[in-house]
């Protein structure tokens, strides 16, 4: 197990996140939970009766999306409060959190693409909010008020793994500015094996990976925690059949129902 503090980051991982925007836990999930994590996938994509898995996210050929699987199966609830994962997301968010997020994203190589390797200006960049309103400093550190836990699932062998560039995190740039001078240089690859978590700040620059010929499919769990005050995504509001059988505890972080007490004692 990752050797994490019960509320926070280690000083050298927090000073890393700081600076580059990430950072990235090693060992946080056994093998043994990886692969209970891959089965509830499997089981979740392979069940007609879950209408709501691929609403807004589309199956294609690269990629599985199994959105809103923290209300599928209440062990990916737990997995979102995990002890090594909400306690050092509040840390880096700033305060209590609302699950905004919750998929599991399952990559497969492009059947009609010998090679897929690209420039590191031409990867898919995105970001999922300014850095000037969504980030903020305190006491010499920096929070993002939506913030990702990527849990890899599998191994991310050479040419697999997520794409970031660090220090971006800050940078008030479009990503279609930054790409316009991109290179190796600022753009890199992160290694990474199944149990490792990557904290991912959303006003990071980052791209997911395209799979070369005969890889094998890519697993990995997402969780994106949000300020209680922000708006939810369309589709992301819990169901009412949901929020009535978990706990209060649950319930505060499926609703962000605490909304503008964000920072306790600011007040």
Known sequence: MQDVETDHL????????DV?????????????ECRRLIALADQMDADDACAYKHDGYPKTSTLTVLSRCAWYHSHLLETAMHPHV????????????????????INYPDPDTADPALAARDQQWHRGI??????????????????????Y??????????????????????THDLREFLDDTLA????AQAGDMLLLSETLVHAGPLLKAGASPRYSLVYGYAAPFMQTWQR????????QRVTLEQRELL????RYGFRRGQF
């Open 10 to 17: 280690p000083p050298a991982q927090r000073y890393f996140y």
């Open 236 to 243: 992301y509001d819990p169901p009412n059949e949901l929020l």
């Open 20 to 32: 580059n925007g990430y950072v990235l836990l090693k060992g946080v999930f056994s093998p043994r």
């Open 86 to 105: 909400l306690p050092v997301i509040e840390d880096v968010v700033g305060g209590p959190v609302r699950l905004e997020e919750h998929q599991f994203l």
């Open 153 to 174: 699932l599998t191994d991310n062998r050479p040419g697999e793994g997520t794409w970031v560039v660090p220090g971006s995190h800050r940078m008030d740039m479009p």
């Open 188 to 191: 890199c690859q992160l290694a």
């Open 255 to 258: 609703t962000g129902e605490m």
């Open 130 to 151: 300014a850095p000037n309103f969504g980030s903020f400093e305190s006491d010499g550190h920096y929070h993002c008020l939506f913030t990702k836990a990527f849990i």
